[in-house]
């Protein structure tokens, strides 16, 4: 179990070898940055056991909540956070709060630290202005903790007002890093198994650490794409470099589970040299009610293959690849039992890879089908671990996508005689960065001269990704499709055959699609009106041949698809291609629903690029 109770952590010596440039007006890089747009406290709590906090609409300085303090009855009286787990000594942070009060019209506001507890607590102010309840006031500054403040175990950043009863707003509180270092060396001296260091913060939106324990020299560089970084480590007893996303406020904070975050995936790059006891994974921490739980899914090792000590759940095939899935209870660390209470779970590929992605996510629906239970995610994180070794990694590519589907990988070769012949210019459609999961498949669609914009607009160039998709145009991308997959060049020219003097612009594809025994009249009554969600399946579900639609996911039921949904069986093959995933983790599939032009969009990519259709999943 890696510890990350730092407030009793002693720290032989950090040393900062480089710095990014310029010390800018306001903190560059937040460790916190608190909004209540979530309806939450965000870990704060009251100061004199009296006072009220909650998150309110009444007022807000940025999105549409803020935190009001009532009850007061004392000046000190107020509200705080605990920070005493994202501080390191002898960094300088920025904090900052913004103020508004209710009542009464103006107050002197405070903005102030306390360290430690008891008789043995301090207490500084950060920043203190006259506050107005009719505009907001930023309290604001620098300020440095020392090794004796963080090793009180106790800081936290709070807002008082001089006005013992006064009642005010808080909103956009942030700690942030003043010159944040961009390589962080960590260097232990001795073998004492209590010593312990760590260095954290966020770079590019991404949460970073560096945890290192007893002896060794631990490096870490952060690059500027995303969360990429580079590790070296030197005779290092038990080392961790994480770069990811933490979830909520302080140690295990998080209110959120998988399902309420959405969709992770992570995709992946990395230069890995393997000597030694060292393995690269997707780590993080998770609990369910009592039980807290270190996870880790992993890609690739080097002597020592790890987790199998725990129990052997199962396999699964996820992204292309096999996972045995352990569950270790009453595991010993560092030679002292773990709490009853605390779980690891683990995911080793057969097979390893350096590189690729990592669908976070279905590992989590995979361990709940075995009864290992995520519940509250804590933290994911690309993270490179070792032990009593020495080595070096360059994760050149972290690239995290969360809450809804991650683009498709870039430039899939598409199946025979399908080519690009036209390049999408950014900005071309004006409309398609809503929904943004949708953008990138649009695109390349765009590219491969099948599907195109619409002419709502004399000035600009839209695409409507929300808007509906008639009979007509349904089997016309389907005729361009098929004669394109079957024909090649000569495609058109085989749909031009159809085309007779007064018919309909359409007629031509609508007769190709039956004459080729596409489809037969089941929609000839709906040319002009739009298509449900398996009308389309089922109009396009003959399109390409069972040698190309290779089963790739397994499907024991769906929500909603039943025996009695029309073109049941069309649509269960488009999930077990690979075409299809549903509308969330269950795989609902909505099949009257109206088929969106975006959603369309992403079908044809899936079935002409199989390398962008979904794998190893399982519904049902």
Not at 96 to 110: D, F, G, H, I
């Amino acid at each position: 179990m890696r510890k990350k109770i730092i407030s009793s952590v002693l720290i032989t010596m950090i040393t900062i070898t480089l710095f990014l440039a310029a010390v800018p007006a306001i903190a560059s890089d937040s460790i916190i940055d608190i909004g209540f747009e979530d309806g939450s406290l965000n870990g704060f709590a009251n100061r004199g056991g009296g006072e009220v906090l909650t998150v309110t609409t009444e007022q807000a300085r940025t999105g549409s909540r803020s935190l009001l303090v009532t009850g007061r009855s004392a000046g000190w009286h107020g509200a705080a956070v605990r920070v005493e787990r994202d501080i390191t000594a002898g960094v300088e942070y920025g904090i900052s709060a913004w103020v508004r009060l209710k009542t009464p019209a103006s107050a002197e506001v405070l903005l102030s630290t306390q360290i430690g507890q008891g008789s043995n607590a301090q207490y500084r102010t950060i920043n203190k202005n006259t506050v107005s309840n009719t505009t907001w006031t930023q309290l604001t500054d620098k300020i440095i903790f020392s090794e004796a403040d963080v090793a009180s175990g106790f800081i936290t950043i709070y807002i008082e007002c001089s006005t013992a009863t006064a009642e005010y707003y808080i909103d956009d509180v942030t700690i942030g890093l003043f010159d944040p270092p961009k390589t962080i060396t960590v260097t232990t001296a001795d073998d004492d198994p209590t010593k312990e260091s760590w260095h954290g913060g966020t770079h590019n939106g991404y949460n970073y650490s560096l945890w290192s324990h007893s002896r060794g020299i631990a490096t870490m560089t952060l690059e500027e794409n995303d969360g990429a970084f580079s590790a070296e480590w030197s005779n290092c007893y038990s080392t961790l470099f994480r770069s990811g996303k933490v979830f909520g406020r302080g140690w295990l904070g998080s209110t959120q589970t998988h399902t309420d975050i959405g969709m992770i995936t992570v995709d992946y790059s990395a230069q890995y040299d393997k000597r030694g006891d060292t393995w690269l994974s997707v780590y993080g921490w998770a609990s369910h009610g009592p039980l807290t739980i270190e996870y880790y899914i992993v890609d690739s090792w080097g002597t020592h293959r790890p987790g199998t000590y725990g129990t052997l759940k199962g396999t699964v095939e996820i992204d292309g690849g096999t996972y045995e899935i352990y569950e270790a209870k009453d595991v010993i660390i560092y030679g002292e039992q773990t709490d009853p209470d605390f779980r690891q779970y683990w995911s080793i590929r057969t097979e390893q890879r350096d590189s690729g992605r990592i669908s976070v996510t279905r590992h989590f629906e995979e361990w709940g089908k075995l009864g290992m239970m995520v519940g509250l995610l804590h933290e994911v994180a690309l993270t490179i671990e070792a032990h009593g070794s020495s080595g070096y990694a360059n994760v050149t590519k972290n690239v995290f996508t969360i809450g809804e589907p991650p683009p498709p990988p870039s430039e899939l070769p598409p199946l025979a005689n399908f080519k690009k012949v036209r390049t999408y210019t950014t900005g071309y459609f004006i409309d398609i960065a809503n929904p943004s999961w949708a953008t990138d498949w649009i695109r390349r669609a765009y590219e491969y001269g099948i599907i195109s914009g619409t002419t709502d607009y004399s000035t600009a160039n839209t695409f409507a990704p929300n808007g509906s998709l008639s009979g007509s145009m349904a089997l016309t991308i389907a005729a361009r499709i098929h004669a394109t997959y079957k024909y090649g060049s000569a495609g058109d020219a085989k749909i031009e055959a159809f085309k007779t003097e007064g018919d309909q612009w359409y007629d031509m594809y609508v007769k190709y699609c039956k004459d080729e025994g596409l489809i037969g009249d089941q929609l000839d009554n709906k040319l002009t009106t739009p298509v449900t969600r398996a009308e389309m399946v089922f109009a396009w579900s003959k399109l390409i041949e069972s040698k190309d639609m290779s089963r790739q996911n397994t499907v024991n039921s769906l929500p909603d698809v039943t025996s009695a949904t029309p073109y049941r069986n069309e649509i269960i093959a488009f999930y077990e291609a690979g075409i299809l995933t549903g509308a969330d983790n269950a795989g609902t599939f909505n099949p009257g629903n109206n088929i969106t032009r975006a959603e369309a969009a992403t079908i044809f990519m899936r079935l002409i690029e199989p390398g962008a259709r979904a794998s190893g999943r399982t519904f049902g």
